[in-house]
Structures are given as structure tokens and as C-alpha cells.
């Protein structure tokens, strides 16, 4: 069956301006997940949605990071007003259900560039 | 705070010998670990998983790893390194519904 998948895989703008990150999780898994991976770091959890909500978005650095799910499936994280430092590789995941033990399934990432 | 922790940055190993990539874990109460692989410009993939009961959990790809509460360490092992099992490598806890994962390890296996 399909894997996560994300969109785009790459994506160049410039400092001040908006975008959106999309994640299409694997049909059937009702958590999703957003991570952020810094070059020689390991990815840190920004976000997750149980559904339709955003059940934890504590790791989300500031209120220009923002993330919806609205019918419970794809997910688009947006980012307003970018800045260099948010520059990095935007994981996202998907399981079974939001239990800590149940494996996560990761798509191959959207690698975010802030010129 | 509860964290995992990676002390090597890279592995190095010939292929054929036995390979073991290291991971301490400080957590409160049973501990949900997870191992999980990246190779360039893919995604991380899942390796294994503890959760309760037989201390040796066996994974994909050959690999498995120990579960040492004493120690406190949930070591990645493989019986005889492939070329192709070079790559990073994470170890993770689960914890409120989220992983936390260690710096990484950069595994290198040479012909």
C-alpha cells in the first residue's frame, strides 16, 4: 500500500514569505505527526492531530507555525513571515492511533530553504 | 527531562563483522523504545520496537536489539554488517503520544 507521502519534497523561498507544507498520511491512521530535522540533529516533534484536532502543539517554536487537518486525512503545515533559521527538513508521520507505543510510519520529507 | 542518548556520532565496521550501535535511554516507568533508520534523502524508516516482555525484540532487515533495564540501554545489533546497512541510525522513546528521538548515529560498514 502507499506510504506517507509529502509535497513538495523541496521548497526555496524567501525570508518574510508564507508557505504551506502538505502531508497525506497512510488511509486508515487516525494520528498524524509533524517534526522538524535540523541538519545533524534528530527530528523534534512540533505537532500532532488525533482526527481532526490538534490534540498536542507544544513543540510548534512560535505562533508563525501553524498546522490543520480538517477532515482528518491530509494535513498542511503553514509557516508565516519565514525566517533563515527555519530552514530544515519538515517530517511528517502517521500511526494507528496516537499511543505511545505504536510505530510511526514517515514520509520522505519536505526540505524547507529560507534564502 | 527524559531523553535518550546516542554517545557515539559514527560506527565504523567491516562488512561481515557484527555491528552494535548504542543507545541509553533516561525514562520514568517502563519505557517505549523504538529504533528507526534513515538513508539519504529518504525518510526514517522503522526498525523494531520495545514495549514489554522478551528483553532481545528482532526487527527488519536482520537487526535486533536488547533491552537492558539495569543498564538502561537499548543497544541496535546485527550478527554480520552489509555495505548497505550504512546509514543513520535513531534511537527513540515514546512518550505522551510523541517520539523523542537521540542525535543519531552515523553507521559506515566498508567492503
Known amino acids: 500500500g502507499a506510504g506517507v507521502s509529502q509535497t513538495p519534497s523541496n521548497k526555496v523561498t524567501e525570508k518574510g514569505k508564507y508557505v504551506e507544507l502538505r502531508c497525506d498520511p497512510i488511509s486508515g491512521h487516525t494520528a498524524l505527526y509533524w517534526y522538524r530535522q535540523s541538519l545533524g540533529q534528530g527530528p523534534e516533534f512540533l505537532i500532532y492531530?488525533?482526527?481532526?484536532?490538534?490534540?498536542?502543539d507544544s513543540g510548534l517554536p512560535n505562533d508563525r507555525f501553524f498546522a490543520v487537518r480538517p477532515e482528518g486525512s491530509v494535513s498542511t503545515l503553514k509557516i508565516q513571515r519565514t525566517e533563515r533559521g527555519d530552514s530544515a527538513m519538515y517530517l511528517c508521520?502517521?500511526?494507528?492511533?496516537?499511543?505511545?507505543?505504536?510505530?510511526?510510519?514517515f514520509g520522505p520529507g519536505t526540505r524547507l530553504t529560507v534564502l | 527531562a527524559q531523553s535518550v542518548a546516542q554517545p557515539e556520532d559514527q560506527v565504523n565496521v567491516a562488512e561481515g563483522n557484527p555491528l552494535t550501535v548504542k543507545c541509553t535511554y533516561s525514562?520514568?516507568?517502563?519505557?517505549?523504545l523504538f529504533w528507526y533508520v534513515q538513508y539519504p534523502n529518504r525518510g526514517l524508516q522503522f526498525l523494531l520496537k520495545?514495549?514489554?516482555?522478551?528483553?532481545l525484540v528482532k526487527g527488519s532487515y536482520g537487526f535486533e536489539a536488547e533491552f537492558n533495564k539495569s543498564q538502561t540501554s537499548f543497544h541496535l545489533k546485527k550478527p554480520s554488517a552489509l555495505v548497505s546497512d550504512s546509514a543513520l541510525y535513531f534511537c527513540a522513546f515514546g512518550g505522551f503520544q510523541k517520539l523523542v528521538f537521540g542525535t543519531g548515529t552515523r553507521l559506515l560498514v566498508s567492503p
Open positions: 520495545y514495549i514489554t516482555g522478551d528483553n
Open positions: 525514562v520514568s516507568g517502563n519505557p517505549y
Open positions: 492531530f488525533q482526527g481532526t484536532g490538534a490534540a498536542d
Open positions: 508521520a502517521s500511526s494507528l492511533g496516537a499511543v505511545s507505543y505504536n510505530e510511526q510510519f
